[in-house]
C-alpha cells in the first residue's frame, strides 16, 4: 500500500489518520454523553479531564489531516454527480465538525477560567477571560455540535455500507 494517495486508492497515512480519528471522535461522543450524565464527583472530573485532553488530541490531529489532504490528491469518485457532491459535503462538514467541536470545548474551558492540559505534558492558554453566560452558551454550542456529528457520523457509515452492500463497488474497501 501506498504512503501517499494514488488516483485509484488512498495512501496508508490518510487511512490511520481516517481510523485514529474516527475512534477518538466516536469515544469522545460516548464518554461526552455519559459524563454530563454523572452527579458531581471525582470521577466526573477526571473524565471531564479525559475527555478535555482527548479532544486537544483530535484538534491537534485535524491540523496534520488537513495538512496531509493539502498536499494529497484525492482519490477519484466514480459516482453520479448528486452522490459525488453529497461525499464531498459530508468529509468538508467532518472538517468543519473536527475544529468547531475541540475550539468550543477550549472555550468553554476558557470561559469557565479553568486550565486545560495537554496530557500533562503543558497547559494551553486560556483564549478568553472567564464569562459564565458565554460559557453556558458555548456549551450549548458544542453540545449540539456533538448531536450533529453524530447524524453526519451515522450518515457517512450508512452510505459506506450502502456502497458496499447494495452498490458492491469499492468505496468502503479503499478506506480499510
Request: charged residues 15%; proline residues 5%; glycine residues 6%.
Amino acid at each position: 500500500m501506498p504512503i501517499m494517495n494514488t488516483k485509484e486508492q488512498y495512501g496508508v497515512i490518510t487511512i490511520a489518520l481516517h481510523w485514529i480519528m474516527a475512534i477518538l471522535i466516536i469515544g469522545l461522543l460516548i464518554l461526552g454523553l455519559y459524563m454530563v450524565s454523572l452527579p458531581i464527583s471525582f470521577e466526573k472530573l477526571k473524565l471531564y479531564g479525559w475527555h478535555k485532553e482527548y479532544g486537544f488530541l483530535v484538534l491537534f490531529l485535524v491540523i496534520i489531516r488537513l495538512g496531509w489532504r493539502l498536499i494529497n490528491i484525492t482519490p477519484q469518485l466514480s459516482l453520479p454527480i448528486l452522490e459525488k457532491i453529497a461525499a464531498r459535503s459530508v468529509h468538508w462538514a467532518f472538517y468543519i465538525f473536527m475544529f468547531a467541536m475541540p475550539l468550543t470545548g477550549w472555550l468553554i474551558t476558557s470561559y469557565a477560567g479553568l486550565p486545560a492540559s495537554f496530557f500533562g505534558l503543558f497547559v494551553l492558554p486560556n483564549l478568553v477571560s472567564p464569562n459564565d453566560e458565554l460559557r453556558v452558551l458555548c456549551e450549548e454550542i458544542h453540545k449540539w455540535l456533538g448531536y450533529a456529528l453524530i447524524a453526519t457520523i451515522i450518515l457517512h457509515t450508512c452510505a459506506a455500507l450502502k456502497h458496499h452492500f447494495i452498490n458492491k463497488d469499492d468505496i468502503l474497501k479503499r478506506m480499510l
